[in-house]
């Protein structure tokens, strides 16, 4: 291979890769029902929490932080234990921040009576830093429907 095609190839390699890790990914699975606007949050948290929670209770949200029980059902021949939810959704997030900024986050939204997960949002930290208010309005643009997938 000669130095102008080998160029080539890395140069092709650096923008793919660079194009993927560029941007906020959002997948949607299933639709959530938002006539059932109630929502297991994490307790406490950043900033970037606490702008998720005071905008879902304004959309009119009911937020639980510990709504969870274990449910047995006995039977002459089993056991089944289960975790049981008072709420519809759950919120599970994950994130990177410093001084700077939020570098990265990892979001899912659950289904708490199918199991199935609603939807993920991920976003790399090649993307660079954003405020924890920028963040926080990503995430609840989409609990209003005002982002497509």
């Given at each position: 291979m000669n130095k102008t095609t080998l160029g080539l190839i890395s140069l092709l390699l650096i923008v793919s890769i660079?194009?993927?890790a560029g941007k906020t990914t959002i997948s949607e699975y299933y639709p959530?029902?938002?006539k059932d606007k109630s929502i297991t949050v994490p307790a406490g948290g950043n900033e970037v929490y606490s702008l998720i929670k005071q905008g879902l209770i304004k959309d009119g949200w009911d937020l639980q932080v510990?709504?969870?029980a274990l449910l047995?059902?006995?039977s002459s021949k089993s056991e089944t234990t289960t975790i049981e939810y008072k709420?519809?959704?759950r919120l599970i997030m994950t994130m990177y921040i410093d001084g700077e900024g939020v570098g990265s986050?990892?979001?899912s939204?659950?289904?708490n009576k199918t199991g199935k997960e609603a939807m993920t949002m991920f976003k790399p930290a090649a993307v660079g830093r954003e405020t924890p208010k920028e963040v926080a309005e990503r995430i609840l643009?989409?609990?209003l429907g005002k982002v497509t997938t």
């Open positions: 660079g194009g993927c959530i029902d938002r510990d709504d969870s047995t059902k006995k709420t519809k959704y986050f990892n979001l939204v659950i289904d643009n989409w609990f």
